[in-house]
């Protein structure tokens, strides 16, 4: 699943609610560059760098920001780069931004430039299948500039907060950014000790909020940030080049997302009603009733799940947006066209779902780790990939029918993995609209299957938040079978 893009998300969000590398204002009629370099820490192992350069020049400013990281996924290693551009006027008001991220190769790009008054001109999607569309500015939204100059005007005193509303250009959106200043505190850099001003962030990203402990200089440059992602410490440092530069050493993404189960689950229990009883560090809430689902809070961090319960709460029926072509469920390029000339029969929803998810089975003949996280077109084309290739071309090729789908993200359980025994492995997979209730579809684990769904969405890898916050913090104490 994409726990590769879930974190390259949190560096991106950390990015854009950050100030950037700034040397102050200049006086009109000049121009001016400033640079900044962080290393990305995760769990104290270095897999990534940052660079942030601003030019301010007599009617523009312009920011850069250039991140790459490398993360190891069951021994292979992914690289993942973002280049994002800011031009804003000197007064912080947006002009144009334009977003250009790498994942294993595969490239998609966001940009957008004013037109008139609130009016931008966009294009988004993959490299080479880019779309063009029309949006309203959202109202206040600001990029890098515009948000330090309203983070400077905030001051030092302690318990002072300002809220920003900070445009993502990979997301497309804009995002609410609290700041809240703890105040002074003596940090430990690279460079040495000093004392920096402590503040505490909390961004509300689709889905869910996530927080963050950031350290600035007198300039409200940032040089640190601290937050947790699936159990582990994600630390931006600010250093030299060199130190930025220097090697990476890759962590095992998957090795703390795994949820060790008490014992092994017999095959013949897979498909049929079972309690789960559940430990988390975080609160289990807005997890969709798919196919019965049902979680109940049993009080101090320990929760019950039902699988296949007719008490279940189903999920809201579908809307537009079920239907909608988005970026990654493209299901208007040519290869994923090309799944669907052969007939697909005319029988109900359900029927039609089951032959879709045979074919795509089939169609993506290279089970692999290989792929950070492609769209449906891509995978298509490539015919490789995990869970999250055959979720979003399955979800794809039925939104092109007129089926209503949604991509759900959660865990499922598997009697070994990667030398692991017994444990929940994220997964991706479908769940469609029969006309009745929706049905989960499964086109990379086809058959019955023990799934716990966190969040069902557009497949979109920034709306995932809600659920995902849980893996790395959720231990499983018992399961046992139930008569329903």
Same mark, same amino acid.
């Given at each position: $699943? ?5 974190? =390259?998300?949190?560096?991106?969000? &950390? ?33 990534? %760098? ?18 790459? =990281? ?12 973002? &280049? ?12 144009? =931004? ?6 294993? *190769? ?15 001109? #966009?294009?988004?999607?993959?490299? !080479? ?92 440059? $940032? ?62 809430? !807005?997890?969709? *009733? ?17 699988? #296949? ?53 089939? %169609? ?27 979720? &979003? ?30 444990? =929940? ?9 029969? *006309? ?17 769904? $966190? ?30």
């Amino acid at each position: $699943m994409n726990l590769l893009k879930y974190t =390259f998300a949190f560096l991106l969000a &950390l990015s854009v609610a950050s100030p950037a590398a700034a040397r102050g204002t200049p006086a009109a009629a000049t121009t001016d560059t400033s640079q900044q370099w962080l290393t990305v820490l995760l769990s104290g192992r270095k897999v990534g %760098h940052m660079r942030i350069e601003r030019e301010f020049a007599d009617d523009k400013v312009t920011t850069r920001q250039f991140m790459s =990281f490398e993360m190891g996924r069951a021994g292979i290693g992914v690289v993942m780069t973002t &280049l994002e551009e800011h031009e804003e006027t000197p007064d912080g008001q947006p002009l144009a =931004f334009s977003s250009l991220s790498t994942i294993s *190769g595969l490239q998609m790009r966001s940009e957008g430039r004013r037109i008139d008054g609130e009016r931008f001109a #966009l294009k988004s999607g993959a490299v !080479g299948a880019m779309r063009e569309s029309e949006m309203t500015w959202p109202e206040g939204a600001l990029l890098s500039w515009g948000i330090e100059r309203q983070l400077r005007g905030m001051g030092t005193e302690p318990g002072t907060k300002v809220q920003v509303t900070a445009f993502n250009a990979m997301m497309g959106q804009a995002m609410q950014v609290e700041t809240e200043v703890i105040g002074p505190s003596m940090v430990t850099l690279p460079s040495g000790t000093e004392e920096l001003i402590e503040t505490r962030e909390t961004m509300n990203m689709p889905g869910g909020s996530v927080s963050s402990r950031s350290w600035m200089d007198a300039q409200w440059r $940032m040089q640190r940030t601290i937050m947790e992602v699936m159990g582990d410490e994600l630390e931006l440092l600010a250093c030299s080049q060199a130190c930025a530069e220097a090697p990476n050493q890759p962590a095992e993404i998957l090795t703390s997302s795994l949820v060790q189960v008490p014992e092994a689950i017999d095959d013949k229990l897979l498909g049929r009603p079972l309690t789960l009883v559940v430990e988390s560090e975080v609160e289990l809430s !807005g997890w969709p *009733g798919i196919d019965g689902q049902k979680i109940t809070a049993l009080g101090n961090g320990r929760y019950r799940i039902d699988t #296949l319960s007719a008490t279940a709460d189903p999920m809201p029926g579908p809307g537009e947006r079920d239907l909608a072509r988005t970026d990654w469920l493209d299901y208007d390029t040519p290869s994923v066209k090309a799944l669907l000339e052969e007939a697909v029969s005319e029988a109900g929803n359900a029927e039609r779902m089951q032959i879709l998810q045979d074919r795509v089975h089939r %169609h993506i003949n290279r089970k692999s780790l290989n792929i950070g996280y492609a769209s449906a077109g891509d995978a298509a084309r490539l015919r490789e990939g995990d869970c999250t290739e055959h979720a &979003l071309l399955l979800a794809a090729l039925g939104r092109s029918l007129g089926i209503p789908t949604r991509v759900v993200n959660g865990l499922a359980y598997a009697g070994e993995f990667e030398g692991n025994r017994s444990v =929940f492995v994220p997964h991706a997979w479908v769940t469609a609209w029969t *006309g009745e209730r929706w049905q989960a579809f499964d086109a990379a684990l086809p058959g019955p299957q023990l799934r716990i769904a $966190m969040v069902a969405d557009d497949g979109d890898p920034w709306r995932f938040y809600s659920g995902l916050e849980a893996i790395g913090r959720l231990r499983v104490a018992s399961i046992r079978a139930r008569d329903e």
